[in-house]
């Protein structure tokens, strides 16, 4: 079951199971779309999530995770990742991004996507825009690359493409993850091109790809809950993520309800799901 570098490869019967968890994560996002309004406190919104989780017969993979204390990470405006929710007031103008994740049967689901409020500016919006289609850019180089860092390759590729007066800053100290019995899992999966090619890729590898990019500097530090991360600049951030399986047939999004047909459509790639 278990490879070099201690990666995990599952059967298509494990991917499957997987599968069951990441759906959970997509109902959890659906509910949090559907909640996330001006004047809701971001730990109302945890209590969603909680929900949803509840409903499903699922568990938070966030919760008590090294002492974690919610059931999801809700990163708002300057917060690029692992904002713990609490009082916090959304207003009509912030951009949010939900990172959720869930466990059924021992199996994890994790997935993450922004919200930009009613008023939220034309910079944010872009900002969340230019995150998700460089996720899809990552998740799309994994239908043909060779090694993992070929992710990051095809993420820098496209935060480069966009014009120099509206690029945004690409975070580097966060990244991707193998997951799948556990949430985090060898191998590290980058957001940026590296020297090191990392670690080949084979059918039964389940990653999850997502980059985080700013407004302004990506540069980041951690407050002193030890948790929440924000920008050194105070600019805002979104974060994007996805769960994909690689198997013989191809590549499957299990947090995308059609399996990630609709956003790997532009890049030429059809997702094959299993079963």
């Not at 990441?22 to 209590?47: C, F, N, Q, S, Y």
């Amino acid at each position: 079951m278990f490879g070099r570098e201690s990666i995990e490869y599952k059967s298509n019967e494990q991917i499957l199971k997987i599968r069951e968890a990441a759906l959970v994560v997509a109902d959890i996002h659906d509910a949090l779309r559907e909640a996330a309004k001006p004047g809701v406190t971001t730990g109302e919104l945890d209590l969603v999530a909680a929900r949803v989780l509840q409903d499903a017969g699922a568990r938070s993979n966030f919760l008590g995770y090294y002492d974690y204390p919610a059931n999801a990470c809700i990163s708002v405006n300057e917060v690029i990742v692992h904002g713990i929710p609490g009082d916090r007031v959304l207003t009509d103008t912030d951009i949010v991004s939900f990172d959720c994740g869930a466990i059924v049967d021992g199996w994890h689901g994790d997935a993450c996507f922004t919200l930009c409020m009613p008023n939220a500016s034309e910079a944010d919006r872009k900002l969340s825009e230019y995150t998700e289609t460089a996720m899809w850019a990552g998740i799309a180089a994994l239908a043909t690359a060779k090694h993992v860092g070929e992710v990051g390759g095809a993420i820098e590729d496209y935060v480069d493409s966009i014009p120099e007066d509206n690029r945004p800053g690409l975070v580097e100290e966060y990244m991707g993850h193998g997951i799948g019995s556990a949430m985090h899992q060898p191998p590290d999966v980058l957001n940026y091109r590296a020297k090191n090619k990392g670690a080949k890729l084979k059918p039964g590898m389940v990653l999850c790809v997502e980059p985080m990019l700013t407004i302004g500097s990506p540069e980041s530090k951690v407050l002193e809950d030890d948790w929440t991360v924000i920008t050194t600049d105070g600019s805002n951030a979104s974060h994007w993520e996805h769960e994909v399986a690689i198997h013989k047939g191809g590549i499957w999004v299990l947090t995308a309800r059609d399996g990630g047909a609709e956003g790997l459509g532009p890049f030429g790639v059809t997702p094959v799901p299993l079963g």
